[in-house]
C-alpha cells in the first residue's frame, strides 16, 4: 500500500525548525560514546556536586558493562533498574544497551509486590537498586528468582568528604544490608576492570528498554522501546529546544518516565550538554539547583512548577539564566502558569511557561510549543517527522479541523508494541487507511486550522496526579480488602496543583458504620499497600454510591459533582 502524502498544517509555524532530521542509526550506547569522542572535556553531569566530564562518563559505563557481563548479562537478557536521577541509574541504562542487554525501568519506591509484577512482566534476572530498598527485592517472589541484586548508595558518586557528610545525615538510618549470596556492590562492580567487554552488534530496531504503563484494569503493561525509538525522540527534542554543548539542563524528573530519561538525561546527553541531576523531588532542594547551578533549560510538570511559584528562596535569585521551560505529563492550569512566569520575570527572565504532550507509548513528548510562538491553551505542534491528527472516537476516520476526537500519532518514536500482550498492542497501533501505524492515544483532543492542537480530556477512567498515572480499580481493589469497606469509587478532583488528587467515595460495612476512625484508616491502609500517588488524599463515607441503569458504579457523576463543588468554592 502506497502511504498517503499527509496534511501537516502545523509546518507554517515551525520558523527555523526542519520539518524532518537525519537519523544517526546507532545504538543508544553507540549515540552517547559519540558525544564521549566529540566532548570529552565538557561535563556530562552534575549530581549533588559531584561531577564527571563526558570521558569519565564513557569510562563509567564501560566499567559497568563489564561488571555486568560478569554477572552474566549478555544480548537479549533483561536487567531491572529500580533507581532515582542519578548516574547509579543512568550509567547502567546505557551499560546495559552495550551489552545487547534490555533495561527495565520500575519507581524505586515500587512495593514489593508491585515488584515481584515487573520482574515476571520484564523476565528479570539481575536487579539493581539502593540499599535502603535491599529488603523489599529480598523478600519478593517472582516466578523466576533474581541472581543478583546489585546495591549501591546515594553518596556512592560523591568524593569522600560527600560521603562521609552522607553517612553522617542519612546513611547511618539505612538498615545493614544481611548476607545474601545474591548481593552485589555497585562500588565493586564498577571499580575493576578495564572496561574492554565487547560492544555487541545490534541493529536500531531492536529492544533497547522497557518503561511501563496500565490500562484501566491497573495491570501495568510493557512498554518495548527500541534504540531508534529513544534516539529519535531524544534527537526531536534537542532540536525543539535547540540544547547544544553550553546549556544546562535541570532533570528533575525521575528515569523510570520517558519524560525524565529521555526528554531531560538523553536528549542532553546527545548535545554534549551538562545535566544537573536531582534524584529526590523537594521545593527547596530544585530551588537551590536552581539558585547554584543556573540551569539554561528545564522540563518538569505542573506540581513542579506550582511548588516553584511558591518557594520564597527564589524571589531573590537571578533567573536571567533560563531560556526555555516547558511543561508536560498534566494540565497546566492558569494560576499555575502565571504564577511562575510572574516569577521568573520578577527575577530578570523572559521565559515563558510552554505546555506539550507526549505518552510513553512515544517514548515521552511529541508535540510541543515552539520556542519562538505561543498559543493560549494549546499543546503545540507536532514534531518533527512526527505526524498527528484527531479521528472519530473508535474508528479510524479523520474529523475536520475544530472537531473533538481521539489523538492519534505516527513517528519513529512510536513504540514496538506491549510486551507480550499483542491484544492490546493491536488495539492501539492499528494501519490506516493512509498505509501508516498509527497509535491511538485514548486521549480527546482537537487540531485548530492552523495545526495546534489542544488537549480535552482523557478517553479511559485513569486519573493523571502530579504527572503520574493512577488507576483507579487498582485503588479501589486495595479499598476493598479492608473489612470496613462494603463499595468504593475512586475518581480524580481537580487540583490546581496536582492537576487531580485521588479521593475516594466509600460506603462502610454496618460494623464500621459511624466509626469516624475509618477514613483515616483507609488512608494508611493505602498507604501500605500502594505507591504514595495512587493513595486517596481524601476519602468520604457515603451511605450508598450513585448507579447508572445498568447498576453500575456512576463514577462520572461523582466526578460532575466534584466538578462543581470545586468550581463553586471561593479561591482560598
Known amino acids: 500500500m502506497t502511504a498517503i502524502e499527509p496534511k501537516r498544517p502545523w509546518l ?21 560514546m559519540r558525544t564521549v569522542r566529540e566532548h570529552p572535556e565538557a561535563v556530562a553531569f552534575d549530581f549533588l556536586g559531584a561531577t564527571a566530564t563526558y570521558h569519565e562518563l564513557g569510562e563509567m559505563i564501560d566499567r559497568c558493562a563489564e561488571g555486568l557481563a560478569e554477572l552474566g548479562l549478555g544480548p537479549g537478557d533483561r536487567l531491572t533498574i529500580s533507581m532515582p536521577t542519578s548516574p547509579q541509574g543512568i550509567v547502567p541504562f546505557y551499560a546495559a544497551a552495550k551489552l545487547g ?32 530498598f535491599y529488603e523489599r527485592f529480598a523478600t519478593a517472589r517472582p516466578r523466576e528468582p533474581l541472581e543478583a541484586i546489585v546495591l549501591t548508595s546515594v553518596s556512592d558518586p560523591l568524593p569522600a568528604h560527600g560521603r562521609l557528610a552522607y553517612w553522617l545525615t542519612r546513611g547511618r538510618k539505612v538498615p545493614r544490608v544481611p548476607r545474601d549470596d545474591r548481593v552485589r556492590w555497585w562500588s565493586d562492580l564498577t571499580s575493576g576492570g578495564r572496561g574492554d567487554a565487547a560492544a555487541a552488534a545490534l541493529d536500531p530496531q531492536s529492544l533497547a528498554t522497557i518503561l511501563y504503563s496500565g490500562g484501566t484494569t491497573g495491570a501495568p503493561k510493557g512498554i518495548m522501546l527500541s534504540h531508534r525509538n529513544v534516539e529519535c525522540s531524544g534527537l ?17 524528573l525521575p528515569i523510570f518516565h520517558g519524560f525524565g530519561l529521555v526528554a531531560l538525561v538523553h536528549a542532553g546527553f546527545l548535545c554534549g550538554s551538562r545535566v544537573v541531576m536531582v534524584p529526590v523531588f523537594s521545593p527547596g532542594h530544585v530551588a537551590k539547583v536552581m539558585r547554584t547551578k543556573r540551569p539554561t533549560m528545564m522540563a518538569g510538570v505542573p506540581t513542579l512548577y506550582d511548588a516553584l511559584g511558591r518557594d520564597p528562596s527564589l524571589r531573590r535569585t537571578d533567573l536571567t539564566c533560563l531560556r526555555a521551560a516547558f511543561c508536560g505529563a498534566d494540565t497546566l492550569t492558569t494560576p499555575v502558569r502565571e504564577r511562575f512566569e510572574r516569577l521568573v520575570a520578577d527575577r530578570g527572565g523572559r521565559v515563558q511557561l510552554l505546555e506539550g504532550y507526549g ?17 493560549e491553551g494549546s499543546i503545540g505542534l507536532p514534531f518533527p517527522d512526527t505526524l498527528a491528527k484527531i479521528c472519530e472516537v473508535g474508528t479510524t476516520r479523520e474529523v475536520a479541523p475544530g472537531e473533538d476526537g481521539e489523538l492519534c500519532v505516527s513517528g519513529p518514536s512510536v513504540m514496538l508494541g506491549y510486551l507480550n500482550n499483542p491484544e492490546a498492542t493491536d488495539d492501539t497501533l492499528r494501519t490506516h487507511e493512509d498505509g501508516r501505524v498509527w497509535l491511538h492515544t485514548a486521549d480527546l483532543a482537537k487540531m485548530d486550522a492552523d495545526g495546534f492542537f489542544f488537549f480535552l480530556g482523557r478517553l479511559k477512567r485513569m486519573i493523571k496526579s502530579s504527572g503520574f498515572n493512577v488507576y483507579p480499580s487498582q485503588v479501589e481493589a486495595v479499598l476493598a480488602e479492608h473489612p470496613g469497606v462494603a463499595a468504593a469509587c475512586v475518581v ?8 487531580e488528587r485521588v479521593k475516594a467515595f466509600v460506603v462502610p460495612k454496618p460494623s464500621h458504620s459511624g466509626d469516624p476512625r475509618l477514613a483515616d484508616e483507609l488512608i494508611a491502609h493505602c498507604r501500605e499497600r500502594l505507591i504514595k500517588w495512587s493513595c486517596p488524599r481524601e476519602i468520604e463515607l457515603r451511605d450508598e454510591l450513585p448507579l447508572t441503569r445498568v447498576g453500575k458504579v456512576d463514577f462520572t457523576k461523582l466526578i460532575r459533582e466534584e466538578v462543581a463543588r470545586v468550581s463553586s468554592d471561593p479561591p482560598g
Do not use: C, F, N
Not at 537519523?23 to 550506547?29: A, F, K, N, R
Open 236 to 252: 526531536q527534542i534537542a532540536t525543539w529546544v535547540q540544547l547544544d554543548q553550553s546549556d544546562t539542563v535541570l532533570a528533575a
Open 12 to 32: 507554517s509555524s515551525y520558523g527555523d525548525i526542519p520539518p524532518s532530521l537525519e537519523y544517526p542509526g546507532m545504538s543508544i550506547y553507540e549515540a552517547v
Open 359 to 375: 505518552l510513553t507509548e512515544a517514548v515521552t513528548a511529541v508535540m510541543a510549543t515552539p520556542l519562538h510562538v505561543k498559543r
Open 101 to 132: 542487554a534490555v533495561s527495565s525501568l520500575i519507581h524505586p519506591l515500587s512495593t514489593t509486590q508491585e515488584i515481584e509484577q515487573y520482574l515476571d512482566i520484564g523476565e528479570s534476572r539481575i536487579a539493581l537498586t539502593l540499599d535502603v
Open 492 to 499: 480524580g478532583v481537580p487540583d490546581e496543583a496536582q492537576g
